[in-house]
């Protein structure tokens, strides 16, 4: 578990200097983000028996080639990746998980350089809230990393590299299907009608919710969904205590953030499109999460612009907001990497490596 508090605080440390040393741009930024996704490759790779899923993707990665192409029930997107790798590189999986965390690193830290104004501020909110998608991520956090490299094009209003981009995120993962509203929901313009039209979809897609996953159920998995479904059923006041947690949590994150919203023509537009994106997650996580936990994945394209909307909240604000700002989230993150690291034993703890396992 030391291992990693000892990569959360080396973040920690390399974010106090993007955040409080003077630059004039963020070429300076390179070699720190070269180190730390050199780091962060190097310790998705070498792990092993360390992950979600393990099990699972082990096992798919050493029968694929006695499956039928296209017939492996995994995205098209994903078995692709697998079947190139083994043909070109041989069947070692551990070279495989860096092949894997180096496509996910590259893609997540070209975007944040490319959209953030403290790039390594946002590989560390990316770390505190989700250990698994800085580095182990698999099919999901593959597809997420796509997504996020498509808001460069949702800020250009390039529609068609949008549509091009998400789409190769759907072929990894179902779920980045429900991505595609956002080329549009970036420039909405919240206002009371807006508010109260959302709130209904919140309150009916609650009441349906179930109904809506028997149909959708596909975006996470369709062998997996009838098996979630049934699981969710039995577990509805965990899901529910799920949804308390998380929308707290969540709610925190919007109000923090409301304060900076201006869609007025002096407003920061990007920022307000980022926290578009952000509120359209709430209200997916709000409608999906009652079905059962798992399915509150389905709000993980959206939730991950976070990352982006915060710094940008920073950049734009006087010294005395940026003050309070960096409380709520150091200490909210702290709070959010223990339990993370805490509540899945088996998974994250205790991490292996190849050489112990």
């Known amino acids: 578990m030391v291992i990693y508090f000892i990569i959360y605080l080396i973040f920690f440390a390399f974010t106090l ?25 190097i310790f998705a790779g070498l792990r092993w028996e360390t992950g979600t899923d393990w099990p699972n993707y082990l096992r798919y990665f050493r029968i694929i080639d006695k499956l039928e192409l296209g017939k492996t029930q995994m995205e098209k997107g994903y078995e692709l990746i697998v079947r190139i790798y083994k043909f070109t590189f041989g069947s070692n999986y551990t070279g495989f998980l860096f092949f894997n965390a180096t496509i996910l690193i590259l893609i997540t830290y070209l975007s944040v350089y490319r959209s953030s104004p403290y790039p390594i501020f946002s590989l560390f909110l990316l770390l505190s809230y989700s250990v698994v998608g800085s580095s182990f991520g698999v099919r999901q956090d593959l597809s997420i990393c796509l997504i996020l490299f498509s808001f460069t094009f949702i800020r250009d209003r390039a529609l068609v590299k949008f549509i091009i981009c998400v789409f190769l995120a759907t072929l990894i993962h179902n779920s980045a299907v429900i991505f595609f509203p956002a080329y549009y929901l970036y420039n909405l313009k919240w206002n009371v009608l807006t508010a109260i039209f959302f709130l209904l979809v919140v309150a009916s897609g609650f009441y349906w919710s179930s109904s809506i996953m028997q149909i959708f159920g596909g975006m996470i998995s369709e062998r997996k969904a009838e098996f979630y479904l049934e699981l969710g059923m039995d577990n509805a006041e965990e899901s529910g205590t799920s949804l308390v947690k ?47 936990a798992v399915f509150s994945r389905l709000a993980r394209p959206y ?54 396992a």
């Open 246 to 292: 998380g929308l707290a949590g969540r709610i925190l994150f919007l109000v923090t953030l409301i304060p900076f919203v201006n869609y007025s023509e002096n407003g920061d537009k990007v920022f307000n499109g980022l926290f578009n994106l952000y509120v359209f997650s709430i209200i997916l996580y709000a409608i999906f999460t009652p079905v059962g």
């Open 17 to 41: 200097g993007d955040l409080f040393l003077s630059r004039e741009s963020k070429r300076p930024l390179l070699v720190p983000l070269i180190l730390l996704g050199i780091m962060m490759i």
């Open 303 to 356: 939730e991950i612009f976070q990352i982006l909307a915060i710094p940008f909240a920073y950049y734009g604000t006087n010294r005395f907001y940026k003050v309070a700002l960096l409380v709520i989230i150091f200490t909210f993150s702290i709070y959010k990497f223990s339990s993370a690291i805490r509540n899945d034993p088996g998974i994250l703890v205790p991490y292996k490596t190849i050489f112990t």
